[in-house]
């Protein structure tokens, strides 16, 4: 996905109702790129349904069984310290309390949030998640294993349908 799909979604631009299919082709909002890309790149889900879902149910979707690994009420530093605790190097899932999703990539300890930004339209991006300021602006997430997730990796290789929960 980080080298594949997303690299191709960068720079597509924002929208609330944006569901665009095609990287630069329209706009797409934060959950239709999430459920898009994991569609591109093979997973069997519902994007539609799975984009409408609350960040708390996408992750419990995107978890299977495993556990959503919950963060709140820290300081912005104490977010990050605990976010790259909590996470092996790989992509994952996150949460942003009620109204926002994307993606963590962590590399060798860095994370970077990757996202269809709605700050200033800025649309599809990958940025330093210390540097983010929809970051910044939350306080509570939601983050759920991708590529770490056996049953996520299982369910893909045999193209099981992924439920999503609501």
């Known amino acids: 996905m980080i080298n594949r799909i997303i690299p191709f979604w960068e720079g597509t631009e924002w929208s609330f109702e ?5 990287p ?4 797409i909002a934060c959950g239709y790129f999430v459920s898009t890309t994991l569609k591109d790149a093979g997973i069997n889900l ?4 799975l984009a409408q879902q609350s960040p708390i149910d996408e992750a419990k979707s995107l978890a299977l069984n495993n556990q959503v690994i919950e963060i709140s009420e820290n300081s912005i530093e104490e977010n990050i310290s605990m976010i790259n ?7 994952h899932f996150i949460g942003f309390d009620a109204s926002h999703v994307g993606y963590i990539f962590k590399e060798n300890g860095q994370l ?11 649309g599809v991006e990958i940025e330093k998640i210390e540097d983010s300021i929809v970051f910044a602006s939350y306080n509570k997430f939601y983050l759920a294993e991708i590529s770490t997730n056996e049953q996520l990796i299982k369910s893909w290789i045999t193209g099981n349908e992924i439920q999503v929960v609501h």
Not at 46 to 49: A, T
């Open 46 to 49: 519902n994007r539609y349904k």
């Open 85 to 91: 605790k909590s996470l092996k190097d790989g992509i």
């Open 112 to 122: 970077y949030l990757i996202h269809s930004n709605y700050m200033d339209y800025k």
């Open 24 to 27: 630069k082709k329209g706009k």
């Open 18 to 22: 944006g569901h665009t299919s095609i």
